[in-house]
Structures are given as C-alpha cells and as structure tokens.
C-alpha cells in the first residue's frame, strides 16, 4: 500500500488468520505489536481512550484459552477500535464532548456481535463532535494526524478510526455515517469504508446525529473485512429504524459479477472538482479501469442526486441534529465547539412546514433517482471533489466543510449502499479516493465489484 505505514499489511484479516492457524502467532502477540505501534505513533490525535494493556492481554489469552479457532470465532485475534460516539461498557461515550460523558453499563450491540465473534477491543477514537463534520477538526482531543501528510485534514466525522486502520493501529473500526463520515475519511486515507444499508447494523448505543439517517460504517484495508464485519454486526433487533436482511440480499461476497456490468457515472458537465485537476484526472482513469473490467461505462443525469444532497442542510434535517442533544444543548451550548454551535443552534430556524415540504421533496427526488437503477448495476463518483489542509478548513470552516459532501451528502436520504476504496494518489503522495454505489442491501455485490476494481490497480 503506497505511503503507508510499515506493517499496516500484516493488519488484514487474511495475514492474522494465516498467523494464528499455525500458531506462529498469538492474539497476545498482536496485542503488543498493537501497543508498540500506538506508542510509536505518539499524540497522534487518534485515541480518546486506550484500554490498558493488561486488559488487553487478559482478553488475548481469554482467546487462546478458549481453544476456538477462526470457524468457530469469525474474527478471532482481530484487534478493532470504535468510534467515540458508540457505547462500550464501562468506557465513556464522550462524542468528542467532555462535558457531555456518560459511562454505559452496556455495550451497543454492534459491539457485543464482534466481541461474541472473537474480536479484541483496543479503544475508542477520536470525532468532529458529535459526528457532525467531514473534515475531523472540530475536536477538542486533536486533530487525527492523516498519516499521508500531517499538514491535511484526516476527513470526519470518522477520523480517529480511519486513521487507526491506515496507521495499522487496528485491522479494522468502527464508524458512523450519516452524510458521508464513514466515506470521506478512508479517501483521505488510503482504505475502505464500508457505509451499509440504513437499519441493517442496529444503531442502539449509538449517540444520534440524525436518527432517521444514521449507520454505523466499518474501516478496514479489504472490502472483504469490511464485509465480514458488517456480516457479524448485521442483526435486527428492538431498534425502531432497525431493518432484517431482505429475503434474497445476501452479505456474502458476490461469487460472479454479471457480464457487461453497468456502471453509471455522473454526465462530465456535472463532475464539479472544484478546480482540482489531479482529482479530476484520477477519477476519469477510475472510469477507464471499469471498462478494463468489462464493465459498460453510461453517463447519467446527477441532477436529483446532487438535489437530494442539497436537502440535508439545507433542510429540516438540520433540526433533527438538534433533537438529538437538544437538552444537552439547551444547559450547555459553550461545551460545544464553536463550529458545531453555530450549526446546530441555526436548526431552530426550521419549521415542521419546512420538515413536510423536504419529506415531499425527497420522495420526489428518490423516484427520479430510482429510474437510473434500471439501466445499472452501479454508480461510481468520486469520494470527494478535492482534499484540504488543516489551515484551509480552520480558515472558512463550513464552505469548505460543505464541499467535501458533494457525492456524499444524498446517499443515506436516497438509501443506498457505499463504499469508498482507494483509486490513486496526488503527485504529492495524498490519497484519491472513488465511492461506488447501489440500491439498499446489495452489500455482498458492491464489495465484489471493489475487490475486482482495486485488483487491477496499478
């Protein structure tokens, strides 16, 4: 993996599971490479909470006491981190806001669902407060340092758990996702981010930004991993916005694409890079890599797409992320970070007119967008039109913060499936990413679709 850190390979499920089977190596043993690795990063902006490592190692050798091997514990020895707005038990849940912590007696069951499979919690990482922002700045723990280069942005909300992976802290983590923090992040990072089907990982434990909307998302270095976890955390339950697995959908990898793929991208007019030439040109040689594969490239009409992006704020569903901490907001509005402040308290402008008026609107908007789903399989756009420096954000916070959703913002309003892989670099070494696409529960043939495009990467 070009500009990566040393070892971030060995992270993969595949390398793990290849190590533990001879036992020539134990999860003890990955526990303290994960503990020198961490230490060697420094403050690197990743970490809210660490857990100890004696406790670490008391869950390793849990492991290996038990005798279980990757059958019968799917993800055995697999280090992962979680985002710091998802419980874990007896670990603060601080949403990147101090004043804000509460310690949960439970775990959200996302969380149970892989340690029940044999995974090793590391620790909780760092967030745009209360998941609102691409950019992963608005922080009072740091900035995550993008490992690419210090003096960029890491992407957000997300950014500690990306950064985890891409550092090769963790195999993989978890994230959330409601306009795009579970995408933008592993483009300005160089891996995959997995943003599921809305309902289908409960997010119960899961600090709300916008409840109707919400996922929890999976960083990890192979679509594949990301699969698997979604697959183990992938179970309905008393969650309202909670969704089974349709009869037919299926999370395991598609076996066969279907010849003459169709791959649907935006009409070139609407490709808004924002002037950047060497995003452009990355994307354009992504499109030429799906023709490579066979597959039949058709230029769409993106215009309800970018409509619907449009909505999420500049509509009610800013309101809705003052539902969700309108208490806490009410009693403590300077605990917030200026940024998050400023957005959040101008959700009171709405009405439930305005609210009615966008529901209509986006159903509209999702019948246009569905007509395109019957010529293709798939829709590939860039995951960001360009990438920012930490100065550039902190200097005009909310355009800049805005841009980065461009293809991104209209995903879980339409409910579509994503995921973001990497599709080359800057000359200066940063990472381009491009996001693919699809209808709701098509998990298992949109990651078959990334594996053979990132396999015939150059």
């Known amino acids: 993996m070009r500009g990566a850190a040393p070892g971030v390979e060995e992270m993969k499920f595949s390398r793990l599971r290849q190590a533990y089977s001879p036992g020539e190596q134990t999860p003890s043993d990955v526990v303290h490479e994960v503990y020198r690795r ?46 710091d707005n998802i419980d874990v ?19 959200a069951p996302c969380v149970e669902l892989l340690l029940d499979a044999g995974a090793i919690f590391v620790g909780k990482t760092n967030l745009d407060q209360f998941a609102l922002g691409l950019v992963g700045v608005r922080t009072p723990y740091g900035v995550a340092r993008n490992p690419f280069h210090p003096d960029y942005i890491p992407g957000g909300s997300s950014s500690g758990s990306a950064v985890a992976v ?3 802290l963790v195999s993989f983590a978890l994230g959330t996702d409601t306009a795009g923090s579970g995408r933008v992040p592993a483009g300005f990072n160089n891996i995959v981010g997995f943003k599921p089907s809305r309902g289908l990982v409960s997010t119960r434990g899961v600090v709300p930004a916008c409840r109707t909307l919400d996922c929890v998302s999976v960083f990890a270095l192979e679509a594949s991993d990301a699969l698997r976890a979604l697959e183990t955390m992938a179970a309905p339950d008393g969650d309202p916005y909670s969704r089974a697995l349709p009869a037919g959908a299926s999370l395991q990898v598609a076996a066969d694409l279907p010849e003459g793929l169709n791959a649907g991208v935006p009409l070139p007019e609407q490709r808004d890079f924002l002037g950047d030439g060497e995003a452009q040109s990355t994307y354009e040689r992504g499109i030429e890599r799906f023709t490579e594969m066979g597959a039949v490239v058709r230029e769409i009409d993106f215009s309800p797409f970018f409509e619907a992006a449009g909505l999420l704020y500049g509509g009610p569903w800013v309101a809705e992320r003052l539902a969700a901490i309108e ?19 101008g959700a009171a402008r709405y009405t439930a007119v305005d609210a009615f008026r ?37 200097a005009d916070p909310v355009a800049l913060n805005s841009n980065l959703g461009t293809y991104t913002n209209f995903v879980n309003l339409l409910d579509l499936c994503a995921i973001a892989i990497p ?19 098509r998990e298992g043939f949109l990651c078959a679709v990334a594996e053979e495009f990132l396999s015939r990467a150059g």
């Open 89 to 107: 038990a007896g670990v603060p849940t601080t949403a990147a806001c101090p004043e804000y912590a509460y310690t949960p007696e439970e775990s």
């Open 423 to 441: 599709n080359g670099f800057y000359a200066n070494g940063l990472p381009i990413g491009m996001t693919l696409l699809a209808p709701a529960f």
């Open 38 to 83: 961490i230490a060697a990063r420094g403050e690197d902006g990743v970490w809210i909470h660490v857990e100890s490592e004696d406790k670490l190692l008391a869950r390793a050798e849990e492991l290996e006491a038990s005798k279980a091997d990757a059958g019968e514990l799917p993800l055995y020895g697999i280090p992962f981190a979680v985002k």
């Open 166 to 168: 891409a550092a090769g």
């Open 358 to 394: 966008a529901f209509y609107r986006l159903e509209e908007l999702k019948r246009e967008a569905n007509k395109v789903w019957e010529d293709i399989d798939i829709v590939a756009v860039p995951t960001t039109p360009t990438v920012y420096t930490i100065d550039e954000v902190n």
């Open 327 to 345: 208490e806490f907001f009410g009693e403590k509005p300077d605990a917030l970070h200026p940024v998050t402040r400023e957005i959040i308290a």
